[in-house]
């Protein structure tokens, strides 16, 4: 569990230097449109800059004011004055040598997140936060261990998918050929259904072929399983695609693993997910944390196998990450592999998810919280980021 990492601290130097100081002013992905229309007309300027100035920070990649070319050179510096392109600091980028970049992320409240980006096969995908926290409680995760704090907004959420896509240009050894920013997984800290009218207008604007271009095909989001959201999004029109965190073949075991399952119920989360797959022709994925000793018994492969037969489904297995402090375990092969060959025996789709990352803790919220308690530490015991 302890070996040197490829990652970036203060003894390596980052691919991109981060200006330290004091925090920002208020991100300008966050000034809801009218209100930026708004302050423009009291400086005598046209409704149209509000999308020339998203324009400018979503599609055209410009990081200051004062390089917004199209702006005329008084209001650059008006806005400079009462805004930032990006609210949010790097407080850590860590790297791994698959090419997944994990930035943690500061807030203009002080509070921290975490994003992810995933370079892979030849494509990019980010993987965002939307809450600080998370309410949900599941018992082997990081993100949850001291609740959810709040949500985060649209603009928080949009700046987290400009600076990974920003990372792919810095990162890449050639320019010309950075990967492009393609799929979105909502999948790191929050539960992103709790936080679902944010993060709907985010993705709308990201979308856009203003904005950074990601199509709703290319956008996951990953949700505990709350039925009454799950409609909620099918009813939306959009096509994402949705992941059910399940976890567990039987209420029984699940309410122990996910605690939010004792008010929904297996029944009302798979029937919520059914109407998801009739209203949106989307395939569901069911994402499956394999315990070891726990939710990986023979028994559960059958139940599991029997709960998804015949449904248009497809099973992520996800062996757990070590979270420190956290009494589970990695699955044994053989359980895997007994998992794995019983679900493609009763014809369900099955994949185990590649571990990427995970010398950098790239498992949601694990890193965030190494990097608080060595913030919160005094200076002369600062541990280093080490897995
Ligand atoms: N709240 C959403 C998003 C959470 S993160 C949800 O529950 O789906 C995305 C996935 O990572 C979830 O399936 C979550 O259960 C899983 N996860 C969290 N911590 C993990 C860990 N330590 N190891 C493996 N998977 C983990």
Same mark, same amino acid.
């Given at each position: 569990?302890?070996?040197?990492?490829p990652?970036?601290? #203060? %003894? #390596?130097?980052?691919?991109?230097?981060?200006?330290?100081?004091?925090?920002?002013?208020?991100?300008?992905?966050?000034?809801? @449109?009218?209100?930026?229309?708004?302050?423009?007309g009291?400086?005598?300027?046209p409704?149209?800059?509000?999308?020339?100035?998203?324009?400018?920070?979503?599609?055209?990649? !410009?990081?200051?004011? +004062?390089?917004?070319?199209?702006?005329?050179?008084?209001?650059?510096? +008006?806005?400079?004055?009462?805004? =930032?392109?990006?609210?949010?600091?790097?407080?850590?980028?860590?790297?791994?040598?698959?090419? !997944?970049?994990?930035?943690?992320?500061?807030?203009?409240?002080?509070r921290?997140?975490?994003?992810?980006?995933?370079?892979?096969?030849?494509? @990019?995908?980010a993987?965002i #936060?939307?809450?600080?926290?998370c309410?949900?409680?599941?018992?082997?995760c990081?993100?949850?261990?001291?609740?959810?704090?709040?949500?985060?907004?649209? /603009?928080?959420?949009?700046?987290?998918?400009?600076?990974?896509?920003?990372?792919?240009? @810095?990162?890449?050894?050639?320019?010309?050929?950075?990967?492009?920013?393609?799929?979105v997984?909502?999948?790191?800290?929050g $539960?992103?259904?709790?936080?679902?009218? =944010?993060?709907? $207008?985010?993705l709308?604007?990201?979308?856009?072929?203003? &904005?950074? /271009?990601?199509?709703?095909r290319?956008?996951?989001?990953?949700?505990?399983?709350?039925? *009454?959201?799950?409609?909620?999004?099918?009813?939306?029109?959009?096509?994402?695609?949705?992941?059910?965190?399940?976890?567990?073949?039987?209420d029984?075991?699940?309410?122990?693993?996910?605690?939010?399952?004792?008010?929904?119920?297996?029944?009302?989360?798979?029937?919520? *997910?059914?109407?998801?797959?009739?209203?949106?022709?989307?395939?569901? !994925?069911? +994402?499956?944390?394999?315990? /070891? &000793?726990?939710?990986?018994?023979?028994?559960? *492969?059958?139940?599991?196998?029997?709960?998804?037969? /015949?449904?248009?489904?497809?099973?992520?297995?996800?062996?757990?990450? %070590?979270?420190?402090?956290?009494p589970?375990?990695?699955?044994?092969?053989?359980?895997?592999?007994?998992?794995? %060959?019983?679900?493609r025996?009763s014809?369900?789709?099955?994949?185990?998810?590649?571990?990427?990352?995970?010398?950098?803790?790239?498992?949601?919220?694990?890193?965030?919280r190494?990097?608080?308690?060595?913030?919160?530490?005094?200076?002369?015991?600062?541990?280093?980021?080490?897995?």
């Amino acid at each position: 569990m302890s070996a040197t990492l490829p990652i970036l601290d #203060s %003894d #390596s130097t980052p691919p991109v230097a981060y200006a330290p100081g004091p925090l920002a002013k208020p991100g300008i992905l966050d000034v809801p @449109a009218d209100t930026l229309r708004a302050w423009l007309g009291e400086r005598g300027q046209p409704p149209m800059r509000v999308n020339q100035i998203r324009r400018q920070v979503l599609a055209s990649r !410009t990081t200051t004011f +004062e390089a917004m070319s199209d702006l005329p050179k008084q209001l650059r510096a +008006e806005l400079a004055e009462a805004f =930032s392109v990006l609210s949010m600091r790097v407080e850590k980028h860590l790297f791994a040598k698959d090419d !997944t970049h994990k930035l943690v992320l500061r807030l203009n409240d002080d509070r921290m997140i975490e994003a992810v980006l995933i370079q892979d096969d030849g494509r @990019a995908t980010a993987c965002i #936060s939307t809450q600080v926290g998370c309410g949900m409680g599941c018992v082997f995760c990081a993100s949850g261990l001291n609740g959810v704090v709040r949500n985060l907004t649209t /603009g928080e959420m949009l700046e987290q998918l400009v600076m990974l896509r920003n990372l792919t240009d @810095a990162t890449s050894t050639n320019p010309d050929r950075a990967l492009r920013l393609t799929n979105v997984v909502v999948m790191g800290m929050g $539960e992103p259904l709790a936080n679902l009218e =944010s993060l709907l $207008e985010a993705l709308a604007i990201a979308g856009d072929k203003n &904005g950074l /271009g990601i199509g709703a095909r290319h956008v996951t989001i990953s949700t505990v399983g709350l039925p *009454a959201k799950i409609r909620k999004l099918a009813e939306s029109g959009k096509q994402y695609s949705l992941a059910v965190s399940l976890h567990a073949p039987n209420d029984e075991l699940r309410t122990r693993i996910v605690p939010t399952n004792d008010k929904t119920g297996l029944d009302a989360i798979l029937a919520s *997910a059914d109407e998801f797959y009739e209203k949106t022709g989307r395939q569901v !994925t069911y +994402e499956y944390v394999v315990l /070891g &000793g726990l939710n990986d018994l023979p028994q559960h *492969a059958k139940q599991l196998a029997g709960l998804l037969v /015949g449904r248009k489904a497809h099973v992520n297995l996800i062996p757990w990450n %070590d979270v420190e402090g956290l009494p589970y375990n990695r699955p044994q092969d053989a359980d895997l592999q007994y998992l794995i %060959d019983t679900l493609r025996k009763s014809g369900v789709s099955v994949k185990v998810r590649k571990r990427k990352g995970s010398e950098i803790d790239a498992a949601c919220g694990q890193l965030r919280r190494k990097v608080e308690m060595s913030v919160a530490a005094p200076a002369a015991s600062l541990p280093t980021v080490e897995v």
